[in-house]
């Protein structure tokens, strides 16, 4: 099993930043990548972004934060990071850190992650 705990949720204006992590404990050498999600009320799960957790660095991004979030991994703390940018009013969501055990980065689908984190909550005011 993998466990996951995110952190750095807040509340923050529009234009303003915040960086998210995602700290793992447990069986993390079966994850092969992590991935962000996010999900506001009365909307599905989506996706933000992954990144591969051995080998190589390959990261994927939803086209709504490309250019604005950028997903990176720190390997000897087992931990994943998220640094948002230039935060909207829309980007306001509860935050999910996922980890997935399949090869690959997957494509952004929730039911390809195996291992959830309880979530933390982002508000961005305008």
């Known amino acids: 099993q993998v466990q996951l705990v995110e952190s750095g949720g807040g509340l923050v204006q529009a234009g303003g930043s915040l960086r998210l992590s995602c700290a793992a404990s447990?069986?993390?050498?079966?994850?092969?990548?992590r991935g962000w999600f996010r999900q506001a009320p009365g909307k599905e799960r989506e996706f933000v972004a992954a990144?591969?957790?051995?080998?190589?660095?390959?990261?994927n991004y939803a086209d709504s934060v490309k250019g604005r979030f950028t997903i990176s991994r720190d390997y000897a703390k087992t931990t994943v990071y998220l640094q948002m940018n230039s935060l909207k009013p829309e980007d306001t969501a509860v935050y999910y850190c996922?980890?997935?055990?399949?090869?690959?980065?997957?494509?952004?689908?929730?039911?390809?992650?195996?291992?959830w984190g309880q979530g933390t909550q982002v508000t961005v005011s305008s």
């Open positions: 447990g069986r993390t050498f079966i994850s092969y990548a």
């Open positions: 990144i591969t957790w051995s080998g190589g660095s390959t990261t």
């Open positions: 996922a980890a997935r055990r399949a090869i690959g980065i997957g494509t952004g689908r929730p039911n390809e992650y195996d291992y």
